[in-house]
Each structure stands twice: as structure tokens, then as C-alpha cells.
């Protein structure tokens, strides 16, 4: 059963810091991953979906690497903002399973 | 713009109470998924549906069971509620990636 893992559990910044949140995932099989921000109380929203054969994928001051091989995923934030304060979740996504989503990184930035 | 909304955004219920948690799609998805969180725990499945009529048990399906009468909606039920089921639950729609309302929170007391 994939297992996902989050590195750090929480960061804490000042503002307009590059910072990189790491996910680890057991089972190198799958086919999309995808990266969430979630704000306190509220649900989901997805950031990126990157596809298996993709290396990266990139919104705005995000970006999203995959090393499929080796069971990682990067989410890098470019010139962090105290409105980027969230809990950011991957989930790797594995043929014929259902999603499984990391337990988040809890990232505090500081004005 | 994709959209999964959540009837309520806040519910307080009794012990005992029969709760319906209403969750409706507008993007013509057939898979649905309910899920709750809670701190320290993470999310974890309660059931999803691949098609209308259709649902299938997720990690912790005790104590709840679900309906999909039609394709856009899915309803959780709390059969009979009791204070563990204190929770924040979510629900999500799936094609390639997820997209998820903005969630329920339920208070049993």
C-alpha cells in the first residue's frame, strides 16, 4: 500500500524566502501526482498536477518536480508571501487506487 | 470554472441524530469520494462511488453509509451520530486529479 511522507512537518520563514517542501512516496507506480494548499478550516485546493511523465510542471511562482524512480516530488515556492500561510499536501495518485494524500506541511511566513 | 459544493459549512448535531451530508458536482465526474479529517490523523476515506448507484467502503467506513441516487450527487449519512464523528469531512470529485468542496464541519454533542 503506498505510503506518503512530508518533510518538514511545519517551516516557518520570513517573507520573500525560495523554499522547497518535500513528499516521499513508497510505491513508484503511479501516474499523476498532485499538490494541494489547504487553509485552516477550509478544504482542498489543488495547486499542480503533475503527470508521470512529466519532470515538472509550473504556475506562477510554483513549481512542481517529479522523480518517479526514486518516489519524490518537490514543490518549490519562489519569493515566499505571508499569503502563501498554509498546509501544503501531495498526493500521489496510483493506477487503480485511489489517491493517498500526505500528512502536509504546515508552512508559516512571516512578514 | 469545476465546482463541488457542500451544503453546509457548519453543523452541530445531538448524539443519536440521523445526519445527511450533501455533496453535488457540476462537472460531469463519476467518481466521488468522502472523506473526514482530523488533526493528527490526516485524511482518510470513508466511501466513494465510481457511478451512480455504485459505492464502495474506503478505510473507515463504520458508521456511515452513502447515496448516489444521481450522477452530480453524493450524500453521507451518519446513522446514528455519536460524538467521535466530530469531525471536518470532505468531500471530492476525481478525473485526473481531485477537486474538493470547501468542507464540512460537524460537531456532535
Known amino acids: 500500500k503506498q505510503e506518503v511522507t512530508q518533510i518538514p512537518a511545519a517551516l516557518s520563514v520570513p517573507e520573500g524566502e525560495n523554499l522547497v517542501l518535500n513528499c516521499s512516496f513508497t510505491?513508484?507506480?503511479?501516474?499523476?501526482l498532485q499538490w494541494f494548499r489547504q487553509d485552516p478550516g477550509k478544504g482542498l485546493t489543488s495547486l499542480l498536477l503533475i503527470q508521470s511523465s512529466q519532470r515538472e510542471q509550473t504556475s506562477g511562482r510554483l513549481n512542481a518536480s517529479l522523480d518517479k524512480s526514486s518516489g519524490r516530488s518537490t514543490l518549490y515556492i519562489a519569493a515566499s508571501q505571508p499569503g502563501d500561510s498554509a498546509t501544503y499536501l501531495c498526493a500521489p495518485n496510483n493506477y487503480g487506487q485511489n489517491f493517498v494524500f500526505g500528512p502536509g506541511t504546515r508552512l508559516s511566513v512571516l512578514p | 470554472d469545476v465546482k463541488v459544493t457542500q451544503s453546509s459549512r457548519y453543523l452541530v448535531k445531538r448524539t443519536g441524530e440521523k445526519v445527511f451530508l450533501e455533496c453535488v458536482q457540476d462537472?460531469?465526474?463519476?467518481?466521488m469520494f468522502w472523506y473526514r479529517q482530523d488533526p493528527g490523523l490526516g485524511l482518510r476515506l470513508i466511501y466513494f462511488s465510481y457511478d451512480v448507484k455504485m459505492k464502495e467502503k474506503g478505510d473507515i467506513p463504520e458508521g456511515y453509509s452513502v447515496s448516489r441516487e444521481k450522477k452530480e450527487r453524493f450524500s453521507l449519512i451518519l446513522e446514528s451520530a455519536s460524538t467521535n464523528q466530530t469531525s471536518m469531512y470532505l468531500c471530492?470529485?476525481?478525473?485526473?486529479?481531485?477537486?474538493f468542496g470547501s468542507g464540512t464541519r460537524l460537531t456532535v454533542v
Open positions: 462537472m460531469d465526474h463519476e467518481n
Open positions: 510505491d513508484s507506480a503511479i501516474y499523476n
Open positions: 471530492a470529485t476525481a478525473n485526473y486529479g481531485y477537486t
